[in-house]
């Protein structure tokens, strides 16, 4: 157990500063968006012992995959490659005393650690991990997570190719950062997948089964970091740039949670 998070987390860490590496070159800190997702992933196989062979196993691993391709292809292709830099990283090295590429490297190996503890449900979930309910439920909210958070980050692409000035359309209208939610959502399910393990007695090393509830800080540590941290920034960047008319979308809006807009 402790062999697999060690190794998991020297891949991720290598990829960081591959990562931290490129956004020397292109100088976009903004790359390790990308990275995030890729490194998640990794962590993942590693954690779980490369490819599943049992059925409901794949299943987890492959809407793994497909979560993790679309998000960093949806960053890579609609910001990095359009030399987006992300507002949220300047203001943080702003407030660096020392040297700004030095806190860019360890702000990214700290994400990359952040990494490993997010992909740790797939250090319970087997190779034949058998179904039941928990699991069941939990395929079904990952699914429900990925397909919603692909359409609210198209309806913020398509907001900004209209040069719409605050996304309140679509999901947009009943959250203030419905693609975060829904993020935590995936999590949720991938946590209940890993605590599922516990259920049947389907892992290759019972000694770890009392451990499964260690799943359920992946998404217990998301939320706090979304909820702590990426959007109070994301708020206050948003109120310098757009003013009053995102303090009037404040009002009316729902800040995570979907929930009917108030008149």
């Given at each position: ?6 190794l998991s987390w020297l891949l991720v860490a290598g990829l960081m500063f591959l990562a931290w590496c490129i956004g020397l070159l292109s100088r976009n800190p903004s790359v390790i968006d990308v990275f995030w997702p890729i490194a998640i992933l990794f962590a993942s196989l590693m954690l779980s012992g490369g490819i599943a062979t049992g059925v409901v196993s794949r299943l987890l691993q492959l809407l793994l995959l497909i979560w993790a391709v679309r998000l960093a292809g949806y960053l890579l292709f609609k ?185």
């Open positions: 157990m402790v062999e697999s998070i060690v910001r990095v490659l359009h030399r987006h830099v992300d507002k949220r990283y300047i203001y943080l090295s702003d407030a660096w005393s020392g040297s700004n590429q030095f806190g860019f490297f360890i702000n990214f190996q700290l994400q990359g650690v952040l990494a490993v503890v997010i992909a740790m449900p797939f250090l319970f979930i087997d190779h034949h991990l058998s179904l039941n309910v928990l699991n069941g439920l939990a395929i079904i909210i990952i699914i429900i997570g990925i397909m919603a958070e692909s359409v609210a980050d198209t309806q913020l692409i398509n907001a900004k190719d209209q040069a719409i000035t605050v996304c309140n359309t679509g999901l947009w209208q009943y959250s203030r950062h419905p693609n975060y939610f829904f993020e935590c959502l995936i999590w949720l399910g991938f946590g209940l997948a890993g605590w599922s393990a516990s259920l049947p007695s389907s892992l290759r090393d019972e000694s770890i089964l009392h451990f499964s509830w260690l799943s359920l800080l992946s998404p217990v540590l998301l939320l706090f970091i979304i909820l702590k941290i990426t959007i109070p920034l994301t708020e206050k960047l948003s109120i310098q740039a757009k003013g009053a008319a995102y303090r009037q979308y404040q009002q009316h809006t729902s800040m995570f949670i979907p929930l009917p807009p108030k008149k």
